[in-house]
């Protein structure tokens, strides 16, 4: 092999163990978020829905962004997905969405023992989680909220309705690793134990968005606020 020829394949193992790392963040920020984890015999599959109750161009660029990611991978999308959705409650409600299911594959199957290694109490935070600037932008893209109060404060919370008490202090701790600080606000309408979202506190919400602003889809921009930059 020329010298040549040597570069260039080291420069296309680089490339492709970076589209590997990228695809795994945005895997686990999905999985952070809306994302599922199903058996289909002994391998698993991805499965997503988001509700068209809020802007539904939003949900599809993501939906199409995590499809693109998973490809990095080698997880194939099922055919025709993501797609449009509308889903019967048994109390006789209709909803509408989008969902993006995938094909089985041997590395989703890994997720889900990492995901649900306790099958009781459902989908859990893997101790070995870490949560990078993109991993945070894809949660926060998904379960993620933020508002102004008043002109000058902007109020960002992640719902973690999923997670016990025990993934939600190991994600405060991931957070505050990059000096983003934060508290717990509590929803009595949920179970209690999986009643929790996690609110950022004022001195750290410009960190956040510094952090997740790269990663940030453009037509989720609208949820990127600082403070004191009301117009």
Known sequence: MTTSSMKAFLAHRIEERTRTAEAMQ?????????????????????????????????HVDWLYTIASSLNDLGVQPLSGYPRASISIRKSGGVFSGHRLIT?????????????????????????????????????????????????????????????NYSSLELLMSQLAVMNIHTTTGTDKRKKPGYDKTIRVIQDSVDNFMNAVNPFMLPSYNYKVKYRGCRQ
């Open 26 to 58: 945005v895997l686990d920020g999905a999985m952070l978020s809306d994302g599922g984890l199903v058996l289909h015999g002994k391998h698993a599959r991805l499965s997503m829905y988001l509700s068209d109750k809020l802007r539904t161009e939003s």
């Open 103 to 163: 094909e089985t594959h041997p590395i989703l199957t890994s997720q889900y023992d990492r995901w649900y290694r306790y099958n009781d109490d459902g989908k859990q935070v893997p101790l070995d989680v870490v949560v990078t600037p993109q991993v945070l932008a894809h949660w926060f893209m998904g379960d993620g909220c933020s508002s102004w109060k008043g002109m000058l404060a902007v109020d960002v919370s992640l719902a973690t309705f999923s997670f």
